[in-house]
């Protein structure tokens, strides 16, 4: 593998497949109803991707609308998409003095209390231009969002100021789609959104973009798609949760189904250094693991600093010659120390797949999530930005 001189100063590399992506976008349009426009949540580091590969990779892909959390995350849009077209959203955090700079850039926000919809408006007049927003309607999450009692006069601001403000969506937020224990919840979420819906249709000359759906929802409960959906974890090649991927495997005849999602990334690095131990003595920290036969073993220069979690101490495993290896022995803050007695010819320099395929063998992000009862989306944002992120095909 060749590796560019500030690559090869890591001890580790994350790879995005270009083929991988693309699979999961032409699944994921396939799947949306006619006409629906899907937004690229990149929150989080694009869930551990790297936004600076990830953005335009995904516009190669056809994606032009991304959806961020805070303002910060927002800037890396503009830095590193490559079409000026492209659209950015932020669904959350945004100080006062951002939102002036939002405004002034064109991104679209998140209105969801009085105050910032007021602060929009002051901020829209004195820079004399509009604020691209979000009216982002409370339905029983209750974290963010316009309350009932306030969607009349807030829709009715919006009708009175067309110089301030350009409407570019109405949407809310479910509590938790990928799990069948919220199903009732959620419809009852959807019933509120319509009669919000329903009133801004009343109220508006010009209905905007209605969106509600994250991936679980998108993929689950197809009244719910509206005219954007939300799309994260998906697109990455990861089912929000096993609930939903059954859903869909019934749906399209289980014994057929072969999972139409790919993962896009691969996490690599490679053995530093390889020891035998002697029966009876313990390797690595403490007495955490003791030899219990002559051990041949291999550090890997990887820890819980690149997020590869103490917990899988003992328990978790690597791809080394296309076999697994234990991690034997803590895991330390940089590094890790595997079995090797049983994989033949292992040398310095080879290389060690810490996620993804090698030979026959997969290491999945869930096979960590197993180990560690992690969700995938935690294990993935916690992958450092420091780690580099290269395309391949
Ligand atoms: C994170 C997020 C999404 C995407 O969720 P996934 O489950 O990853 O698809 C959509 N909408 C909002 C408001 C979010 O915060």
Redesign the pocket.
Known sequence: MQRSPSESLQPSLIELSRSALEQNFSFLQSRAKNGVRISS?I?GNA?GHGISSFIPLAELCGIDHF?V?SADEAEGVLKFRSNPDTDVMI??MIRDEELSWAIENGIEVYLFEMERLDRAFEEAGKLGKKARVHLQIETGMHRTGFEKPEWETVFQKINDNPESFDLKGICT?YAGA?SVANYFRIQKQNETFREAVEMAKSMFDQMPPVHAS???AFLTMPKMHYDMV?????QYGFW?SRETYMHHAKANDFEEEQDPLRRVMTWKSEVMSTKWVKAGDFIGYGNVYMAGRDMRIATVPIGYTHGFGRNLTNSGYVLIRGVRANVSGLVNMNMITVDITDIPGVEKGDEVVLIGHQGDDEITVASFGEMTNNLN?EILTRLPASIPRVVVD
């Open positions: 949540v929150k869930y959806s959390f669904m959350g937020h990928e994250s991936s679980a939300r799309i994260g974890i998906a929000p989306y």
